[in-house]
């Protein structure tokens, strides 16, 4: 009576009868072998992605609430910063940048990087590949005037003013009192609001923090040699979706906010 043995789904590998590795062992061998290469051709096209695609950004501050969420300790916002748009065309007053700040902006930036050589090292290359963030001040904020535009604030209303024209931010929630006929940019006590007026070199970008009660923009830095504004050449790229937490998942809202 013959007997069949039980299997487990697959059947047991035997040797090729003449001494040698079994198929299961060769293409063990042969992945191993090729690991390596799918490893590097990863790091490449992360390399491509990061430096002229797109990369991920944290948001470490309140400076851009509510529309991004940020701050010291707390779960902040991880945004995708796109790189293309600014290739073809120059950033528009509305969108949301990340830029790499100037030295006036830069003074309290303390590096990330480690004191050992080695270590150091390994984290640049990990920054090349966008496992390690860049050892650089970058700040989010938005775009409000361009080269050649004048801006200030504020109109009998609180507004900002470009080129005498007021702006239409509905991004705005959190702003400094301004109360006509009791605290506005003419009163004894002036309104926080108040700045400029400030002609934009060209070239370069007026930024302000949606958070305009908590943010350290171009308003901060109007007395060093830029007056306050951002080169061109300092922008990274333009903020474009949150990718996490989940719950704050999707678009970054950059409205036309000056009248055409």
């Not at 945004?79 to 006036?104: A, H």
């Not at 309104?191 to 350290?216: H, I, K, L, Q």
């Not at 996490?244 to 970054?252: A, H, T």
Request: with cysteine; aromatic share 6%; proline share 8%.
């Amino acid at each position: 009576m013959s007997s069949e043995s039980e299997t487990t789904g697959e059947s047991a590998a035997a040797p090729d009868g003449n001494g040698g590795t079994t198929k299961s062992e060769k293409k063990n061998r042969s992945f191993l072998r090729e690991l390596p290469i799918l490893i590097l051709v990863a790091l490449v096209l992360s390399f491509f992605l990061q430096t002229f695609i797109a990369r991920v950004y944290l948001i470490p501050s309140e400076s851009m609430e509510p529309t991004l969420h940020g701050c010291p300790g707390c779960t902040g916002d991880r945004i995708v910063v796109e790189k293309i748009s600014y290739r073809f065309g120059d950033p528009q007053p509305g969108d949301v940048v990340v830029f790499r700040g100037p030295e006036s902006w830069s003074q309290d930036f303390v590096s990330t990087r480690s004191s050992n050589t080695v270590i150091r090292g390994m984290q640049e290359l990990g920054s090349l590949v966008g496992l390690v963030p860049p050892d650089e001040n970058d700040l989010v904020k938005r775009v409000i005037a361009t080269g050649g535009q004048t801006v200030e604030c504020c109109d009998d209303q609180g507004r900002v003013l470009v080129d005498g024209q007021p702006l239409d931010e509905p991004y705005v929630t959190m702003d400094f009192p301004f109360v006509p006929g009791e605290q506005t940019c003419e009163t004894p006590l002036k309104s926080a609001r108040c700045f400029g007026p400030v002609t934009v070199p060209e070239g370069n970008y007026w930024m302000m923090g949606d958070n305009r009660s908590n943010s350290a923009d171009s308003r901060y830095h109007v007395g060093d040699e830029l007056q306050g504004t951002i080169p061109l050449d300092n922008v990274i790229g333009k903020a474009v979706f949150i990718v996490l937490p989940p719950s704050r998942i999707g678009p970054i809202s950059s409205p036309d906010i000056q009248e055409q």
